[in-house]
């Protein structure tokens, strides 16, 4: 059975890099085509992908939030850990870690299953 | 980017009614969908990949239809724990993205 949890603050102010944690069980991210992805929701919003990192340590990022986004893992801990830059009250939401299926040649997938989400705050 | 456009915003049915949802993409995705439930309070859970494969431990009464850019999310007989909005995503090109949201609430 694949978990998946997030941890990290719930409050964060402007400015401040937001860092959290998705830490999982029921996989290895040592295993080929595994990914683990994270999603976010702004409240009562759509869901927006972020991000995402393959078992063999390639990564995509969503193009109009690359450049504040690092995406890291630790094989061994299964863990993926992901930073975010520049937090901003826009940025307010819950955010969603989920184990990726890979199903194109592209690398591209659907997410199962999903962690049970973490809302992060942005507010002074 | 492709941008996912979902139809209706919401939609009111009766339990033991047929809902059906749409989903349009702003360009071919082939069949690379999938759409997911999600419940108040609750993450987004996956109901159908590759347009109408029904992912494991849905019930039949959930199926998926559709390729290239029209996609329809059909519940044949509305169960009271079928009342959430429902996603879809395509996973055809970079960045993968996910439409509006249906909410599907109880008439």
């Known amino acids: 059975q694949i978990t998946l949890k997030e941890s990290g603050p719930t409050l964060v102010k402007p400015t401040q890099t937001l860092t959290l944690t998705c830490t999982f069980s029921?996989?290895?991210?040592?295993?080929?085509?595994?990914?683990v992805g994270w999603i976010r929701q702004p409240p009562g919003k759509a869901l927006e992908w972020l991000t995402l990192i393959y078992w063999d340590d390639d990564k995509r990022y969503s193009p109009s939030l690359e450049s504040r986004l690092t995406l890291t893992k630790d094989t061994s801990k299964n863990q993926v850990v992901l930073s975010m830059t520049n937090m901003d009250p826009v940025d307010t939401g819950t955010y969603y870690c989920?184990?990726?299926?890979?199903?194109?040649?592209?690398?591209?997938?659907?997410?199962?299953?999903w962690g049970q989400g973490t809302l992060v705050t942005v507010s002074s | 980017e492709i941008v996912m456009t979902q139809s209706p915003a919401t939609l009111s049915v009766s339990p033991g009614e047929r809902a059906t949802l749409s989903c349009r993409a702003s360009q071919s995705v082939s069949s690379n969908l999938a759409w997911y439930q999600q419940k108040p309070g609750q993450a987004p859970r996956l109901l159908i990949y590759?347009?109408?494969t029904r992912a494991t431990g849905i019930p039949a009464r959930f199926s998926g239809s559709g390729s290239g850019t029209e996609f329809t999310l059909t519940i044949s007989s509305l169960q009271s724990e079928d009342f959430a909005v429902y996603h879809c995503?395509?996973?055809?090109?970079?960045?993968?993205?996910f439409g509006q949201g249906t909410k599907v609430e109880i008439k």
């Open positions: 995503q395509q996973y055809h090109n970079w960045p993968q993205t």
């Open positions: 590759g347009a109408s």
């Open positions: 029921g996989f290895s991210l040592g295993d080929t085509g595994v990914g």
């Open positions: 989920a184990h990726f299926v890979t199903m194109t040649i592209l690398g591209e997938g659907y997410f199962d299953p």
